[in-house]
């Protein structure tokens, strides 16, 4: 069982960076991959990025709408995934949410993450 709580949402303007982090509870935290996602008020929930559980030869997955601005990471020692944020535009307004996933390899399918975060929300504004 994994619990997973984010933090760092917030309001920042256009052009602003921004990190949100995500604490997960368990012994196993480096052999899951972890995911980030994103749901915007009336849309479905999307792929931000993800990570694999190794350390610093971990492998990431970007959505097209983020790469380049946002960056992934973890810690595995303190049992925390992050995402770097630059370059942020208003349309980058969610509910960000942390996941996890056993399946072995970064992935952009929802189905594949087993645990979810409660969210965090980030408004970019114009």
């Known amino acids: 069982q994994v619990q997973l709580v984010e933090s760092g949402g917030g309001l920042v303007q256009a052009g602003g960076s921004l990190r949100v982090s995500c604490v997960a509870s368990?012994?196993?935290?480096?052999?899951?991959?972890m995911g980030w996602f994103r749901q915007a008020p009336g849309k479905e929930r999307e792929f931000v990025s993800g990570i694999s559980g190794s350390g610093p030869g971990a492998s990431t997955l970007y959505a097209d709408s983020v790469k380049g601005r946002f960056t992934i990471s973890r810690d595995n020692a303190k049992k925390t995934v992050y995402l770097q944020m630059n370059s942020l535009k208003p349309e980058d307004t969610a509910v960000y949410y942390c996941?996890?996933?056993?399946?072995?390899?970064?992935?952009?399918?929802?189905?594949?993450?087993?645990?979810w975060g409660q969210g965090t929300q980030v408004t970019v504004s114009s």
């Open positions: 368990g012994r196993t935290f480096s052999t899951y991959v």
């Open positions: 996941a996890a996933s056993s399946i072995g390899f970064p992935t952009n399918r929802i189905s594949h993450y087993n645990y």
